[in-house]
């Protein structure tokens, strides 16, 4: 079955304690991203990735961190996690053929930093 | 900037009804990508339509279908005999090239028995 996974789906930490959220995806998809969701504000990018060791930043970078070494991982890493950090994350995923094709997503991972 | 607006919150409307979200966007580009994108309780982000610039053509995929108008920067999804299960928040999304996604705050739909 085709499918973005996202580990965990739900987190309750501390801030300051780094912190990882997996992503894979089975379907050879060279595009890769990170979402949060909060209220009133949709979804806001946080970086994406066009192949292996390509990542670039969204529109809310500050405070995270990406890596692809493999095509079919994109981790989103936290650091130094803090309370405005607490959200809904998606990550998505699609491939690069002629067109913009409509991105895959993940079932979401609600971290929350006390 | 680009920037997607959706001005509708929340909306309501009846069983086996009609409804039509609004979006608008704004963009200085002439091809890009719009998207609907539906998200029940359930929190998966499921794609409703999508609707590429270029085509003069409005999208349809069974009771959803868009009015794009190009030159007004409107993008609205209309929802035919709505079901109970239509039910969810819905997200316009706009794309153009360097896969940077633009998504719209939301309008959450109720659906009334």
């Known amino acids: 079955e085709a499918q973005v996974t996202q580990n965990p789906r739900y987190l309750i930490t501390v801030t300051g304690k780094k912190l990882t959220v997996t992503c894979s995806q089975n379907?050879?998809?060279?595009?890769m991203s990170w979402y949060r969701q909060d209220p009133g504000l949709g979804l806001r990018q946080i970086y994406y990735s066009m192949n292996v060791e390509v990542t670039d930043k969204g529109d809310v970078p500050e405070g995270y961190k990406v890596s692809r070494k493999e095509k079919r991982n994109f981790p989103l890493i936290l650091e130094s996690p803090s309370p405005n950090q607490t959200s809904l994350y998606f990550c998505a995923s699609a491939p690069l053929r002629e067109g913009n094709q409509p991105q895959h997503f993940g079932d979401g991972t609600r971290l929350s930093i006390l | 900037a680009q920037t997607v607006t959706q001005s509708q919150p929340e909306m309501s409307v009846q069983e086996a009804e009609t409804v039509t979200l609004s979006c608008t966007y704004d963009?200085?580009?002439?091809?890009?990508?719009l998207f609907w994108y539906k998200q029940p309780p359930s929190r998966q982000m499921i794609l409703v339509i999508r609707?590429?610039?270029?085509?003069?053509q409005n999208a349809t995929e069974n009771r959803f279908s868009v009015n794009f108008q190009k030159a007004a920067k409107s993008f609205s999804l209309k929802i035919s005999d709505s079901q109970l299960g239509d039910a969810a928040m819905y997200f316009c999304?706009?794309?153009?090239?360097?896969?940077?996604?633009?998504f719209g705050t939301g309008t959450r739909l109720k659906v009334l028995a």
């Open positions: 609707q590429e610039a270029y085509k003069q």
């Open positions: 999304a706009y794309i153009r090239g360097t896969y940077k996604y633009i």
């Open positions: 963009t200085s580009e002439s091809d890009y990508y």
């Open positions: 379907m050879n998809h060279e595009y």
